[in-house]
């Protein structure tokens, strides 16, 4: 019979060694530098994150009158809690850094989004190390650490290959990360990267039935199985962040079928439906009533056939979004339940801020298009309804759907009305929450979130981690309310601010002001009011008893003007005390603040091949440049790809074809530009050079030369104003996945071996102001 083996002396990792040495092994004893271990009743922790998805979006929480079907999170709600009084920032980045280090978003330099920072503490993109992550300090306390899907907290000047890393999810506390950087991505071909390294992009020609949102699940599903396998009592922290439903709103063509015709009554109708249903449910109290339409959005009843019926398709394809997204999150619950762990396992899902505007009155069928200055007509889209929500498109539905989507909230995502801060949060833990299909009406934050993730897990944020002194947490742990729905909140004040937007709620009652800037034309349309452009003294403050009255119907401002007073100050306040100032509604000035990556040079060059991201790639719209390249030719008949940036929805390519050199220019998908030598190529070496010059904004003439000959010029009338496309890669040198040109059928590995390839920027801007701010607008 074998012994049992002596339990080994251990101390804590850090701490001073404990055992002895001595002379020799005989003198002396052994001990084991250990983490610590959590309890053995330390629960797992999943932390679904969906992207714009309003109030009103899930099944159990209206679900558009019951249209939009959301099964499984549906089943959470009934085994768990639903909590109505739950408000994020109102935007991505500000809400994820709250949730991931339990202080505001301003305290943390992250006022705004990621791509909009400025040199000021609260809004340097930066989250510094004395904001540890609520992932770091589980993983020193021997959790397993996961993250899969959104991420956008890195800067992006960091985001390049030659990082630096520290700010991606490995260098913030997680084991693991698979997902992309930014703020959205196309859920069919994204650009991923697994912990710090890039995946190679899909080629296209795959024939199955990939989905980002599947994927993600794969990923995190295997990434549990394979701990529970090897430490099966060691607890896990999941952050699952989905893509779904910021646009572009793709979801597979079957589900998308299911949803046919099942919003042809329109967003008014469907908007007084769900409000009944929130009411009979219990989610907003009886009386409730509905604040007019948003400013901007028309009746249903004085629109053409041919919009009802665009804007119909547009809402069936951001539905099958919402309910495929659902399916994967059933998936993860059906693996958890099949491994043991579901009772054991605090599983929330939360949304990062309000439905969102960003389509516009019409919707869009294309991002880019609109990023570049470029927006549909409705009878430009009609044409794409069958490709709607597929591969060929990367829409957003129009602003009315984000409206009914946010009932019986007042504005959208970006706004500091309850329309942009009031979203959906569910919280299910069968051990530990006995009142199932309970709703808690008690307020609360992402700062919140992150404080009832570590006392679940039996720790506290520490005073110092990693030798960083910690700032102190701003949320209070929500644990309270899992067993005492008549609790009092643990919260008496938040601060919102985003755009200029501001908000004070306290005790029940909320100050808000919605400031009156170029940025708003983008979400309310061209509305007929004065704007306020850097001028905050001129906005107007209203109140609201929002403990009876939730959808901000009824301005006690000139009731109450001391209670306003009192409120409006505390926010100067606050604003003082977590980095808010100074206010700044500027938009596309914003974006031209952070320094760029690229160190500046008269020339780029690479050897060999590359792949980059657009950060880290030389930026050569709106200016005149060449591109030399250097080749050996093996086979010309092959030929393929040699220099490419940008992808189907704009760029440029170098390539060879049936034995001809090619460049390609391409503008929005659209208006392509071809020059094509007429001598055929013979293998061996050879000098491409293409020159561009402009001869006027976003336009110029193209002249390619081969060996120094001239072979083709032509003029090109239109290239992309502002950016590829958001999903796009950058520099990719001899080999094209993305596929610029689509009479080149990809990924078109070159057939021998680009040398070196030399880019030049000439002396002219690369950025235009007007196209930046029309992008600004669009995004912010």
């Not at 997204?325 to 998936?331: A, L, N, V």
């Not at 984000?402 to 919280?427: D, Q, W």
């Not at 880290?616 to 440049?625: D, E, L, Q």
Request: hydrophobic share 35%; proline share 7%; glycine share 10%.
């Amino acid at each position: 019979m074998r012994s049992t083996p002596a339990a080994k002396r251990t101390y804590p990792e850090g701490s001073p060694f404990i055992g002895t040495i001595g002379a020799n092994i005989a003198a002396s004893q052994e001990a084991w530098p250990v983490l610590p271990t959590p309890g053995p009743d330390a629960p797992n922790v999943v932390m679904v994150i969906l992207d714009d998805v309003g109030f009103a979006q899930l099944g159990s929480f209206g679900g558009l009158g019951g249209r939009i079907e959301t099964p499984a999170i549906d089943v959470l709600a009934a085994d768990g809690l639903r909590y109505s009084n739950f408000h994020a920032a109102a935007m991505c980045s500000p809400t994820r850094a709250s949730l991931m280090t339990g202080r505001n978003h301003h305290s943390v330099g992250i006022g705004m989004i990621m791509e909009r920072a400025t040199g000021y503490p609260g809004y340097n993109a930066r989250i510094p190390k004395n904001a540890a992550m609520i992932p770091r300090v589980l993983q020193l306390q021997g959790y397993s650490t996961l993250s899969a899907g959104k991420w956008h907290l890195t800067p992006p000047t960091e985001t390049t290959p030659a990082g630096p890393f520290l700010r991606w999810p490995l260098g913030q506390g997680f084991d693991r990360f698979y997902g992309f950087l930014g703020a959205d991505d196309d859920h069919f071909n994204p650009n991923l990267y697994e912990d710090n390294h890039r995946v190679p992009r899909r080629t296209g020609k795959e024939d199955d039935d990939y989905h980002l949102s599947s994927d993600l699940v794969d990923k995190s599903v295997s990434w549990i199985r394979e701990r529970k396998m090897v430490t099966p009592s060691k607890p896990f922290f999941l952050h699952l962040a989905f893509g779904a439903a910021h646009s572009p709103h793709h979801a597979p063509a079957d589900w998308i079928r299911r949803y046919e015709g099942r919003f042809d009554a329109g967003w008014d109708v469907i908007r007084e439906e769900t409000l009944a249903r929130q009411i009979e449910m219990g989610l907003v109290p009886p009386g409730t009533s509905l604040p007019d339409r948003n400013p901007g959005v028309r009746s249903w009843a004085e629109l053409t056939d041919d919009e009802r019926r665009l804007y119909a398709r547009q809402m069936e394809v951001f539905a099958a979004f919402v309910a495929h997204t659902d399916h994967q999150i059933g998936r993860l619950v059906d693996s958890l339940q099949a491994l043991g762990q579901l009772d054991n396992t605090l599983f929330m899902v939360v949304s990062d801020n309000g439905a969102s505007a960003e389509g516009g009155p019409d919707g869009i069928s294309s991002e880019n298009r609109y990023y570049n200055g470029v927006r549909d007509k409705v009878e430009e889209m009609l044409p794409l309804l069958d490709a709607w929500g597929g591969p060929t498109t990367s829409p957003h539905y129009a602003t009315g759907w984000a409206m009914a989507g946010n009932t019986p909230n007042r504005l959208y995502k970006s706004f500091c009305h309850e329309g942009g801060t009031r979203v959906p949060l569910i919280v299910h833990w069968p051990r530990a929450i006995t009142d199932r299909g309970g709703i808690r009406t008690q307020f609360h934050s992402p700062t919140d979130l992150a404080a009832t993730v570590l006392d679940v897990a039996g720790t506290a944020m520490p005073d110092v981690v990693d030798g960083h002194p910690q700032l102190p947490f701003d949320g209070t742990t929500m644990r309270y309310s899992f067993d005492d729905a008549d609790a009092p909140t643990t919260r008496s004040t938040q601060y919102f601010e985003m755009f200029g937007h501001r908000a004070m709620w306290k005790d029940g009652w909320k100050a808000v002001t919605l400031h009156w800037s170029k940025a708003i034309h983008t979400r309310l349309g061209q509305i007929d009011h004065p704007l306020n452009d850097g001028d905050f003294d001129a906005d107007v403050w209203e109140l609201y008893h929002t403990d009876t009255d939730v959808a901000e119907v009824h301005d006690r401002a000139q009731d109450m003007p001391e209670r306003l007073k009192e409120l409006v100050d505390l926010w100067w306040e606050e604003a003082g005390r977590h980095q808010v100032l100074p206010l700044d509604d500027r938009l596309a000035e914003r974006s031209m603040d952070e320094p760029d990556i690229l160190e500046p040079r008269d020339c780029y060059r690479y050897d060999g091949p590359v792949h980059l991201d657009m950060r880290s790639t030389p930026v050569v719209r709106n200016t005149s440049h060449s591109i030399l390249v250097r080749a050996d030719v093996a086979d010309p008949t092959t030929g393929g790809v040699l220099v490419a940036d940008g992808g189907p929805d704009g760029g440029y390519l170098l390539c060879v074809q049936d034995s001809r050199v090619v460049y390609v220019s391409n503008a929005l998908g659209k208006e392509f530009t071809v020059l094509r030598s007429a001598t055929p190529l013979a293998a061996g070496a050879h000098e491409i050079l293409l020159e561009f010059d402009q001869t006027a904004p976003h336009a110029g003439s193209a002249h390619l030369s081969v060996d120094g000959r001239p072979v083709a010029e032509a003029d090109v009338p239109r290239t992309n104003a502002v950016t590829y496309g958001l999903q796009a890669d950058g520099l990719r040198i001899g080999r094209d996945v993305l596929m610029v040109w689509p009479e080149y059928d990809g990924p078109a590995e070159f057939a021998g071996r680009v040398e070196t390839v030399e880019i030049r920027r000439g002396d002219g801007p690369s950025t235009d102001p007007d196209a930046e701010l029309r992008m600004a607008l669009h995004r912010q």
